[in-house]
């Protein structure tokens, strides 16, 4: 079993950024991948970045403004999230995936207004 919490999301003007972070518990050293996925209202989830054994790939949508990186000391993965938009506003996941189970945090809110 593997737990995930999110934090940092929250309200920012357009052009801004907010760096969102995931701790993880449980069997850590399980994980085969990690991953930042996103839902906005009416909209299916998405993904939106993620990681694995060092190589990172990232939704076009986000490319060269969100950057994915994973703390293996600190149990943790972080989205710095650069250069928003409003279409960027959505409930965003922490993902961690074990050989084929999904675990999924309880989701934080990001909001950019123009």
């Known amino acids: 079993q593997v737990q995930l919490v999110e934090s940092g999301g929250g309200l920012v003007q357009a052009g801004g950024s907010l760096r969102l972070s995931c701790a993880a518990s449980?069997?850590?050293?399980?994980?085969?991948?990690m991953a930042w996925y996103r839902q906005a209202p009416g909209k299916q989830r998405e993904l939106v970045a993620a990681?694995?054994?060092?190589?990172?790939n990232y939704a076009d949508s986000v490319k060269g403004r969100f950057t994915i990186s994973r703390d293996n000391a600190k149990n943790t993965l972080s989205l710095q999230m650069d250069s928003l938009k409003p279409d960027d506003t959505a409930v965003y996941y922490c993902?961690?995936?074990?050989?084929?189970?999904?675990?999924w945090g309880q989701g934080t809110q990001v909001t950019v207004y123009s």
């Open positions: 993902n961690a995936r074990v050989v084929l189970v999904h675990y």
């Open positions: 449980g069997s850590i050293s399980s994980i085969n991948a």
């Open positions: 990681t694995r054994g060092g190589t990172t």
